[in-house]
């Protein structure tokens, strides 16, 4: 099992920057991707963005050209830079990681960090 540690957060103003991390710790070594995901209250949760093993990235289209994600190999950490933050960005963002072998992956959460962007 993964076990997922968040840090960042916190209170910005609009156009402000913020930079998320999430570390991992347990059985790393399966681990297949990693990436962000934001819940806002009254809506569903949604990809923001995700890295695999080869380096790979994606991103929810919302946040594509302001947010970057990357990954240390080596600390088994990721981090999200958030540029340009706009208020309907206020959400709790989890850390998520995929690990394990074939094709019956295990998913883990962090606990939820809290990202506030004022108007």
């Known amino acids: 099992q993964v076990q997922l540690t968040e840090s960042g957060g916190g209170l910005v103003q609009t156009g402000e920057s913020m930079r998320l991390s999430c570390g991992a710790s347990?059985?790393?070594?399966?681990?297949?991707?990693m990436g962000w995901y934001r819940q806002a209250p009254g809506r569903q949760r949604e990809l923001v963005a995700h890295?695999?093993?080869?380096?790979?990235?994606s991103y929810g289209d919302s946040v594509k050209g302001r947010f970057t994600i990357s990954r240390e190999n080596a600390k088994n950490t990721v981090h999200l830079q958030m540029n340009l933050l706009k208020p309907e960005d206020t959400a709790v963002y989890y850390c998520k990681a995929l690990s394990g072998t074939g094709t019956a992956l295990d998913v883990s959460w962090g606990q939820g960090t809290q990202v506030t962007v004022s108007s």
């Open positions: 890295i695999d093993s080869s380096g790979s990235e």
């Open positions: 347990g059985s790393t070594f399966n681990i297949k991707g």
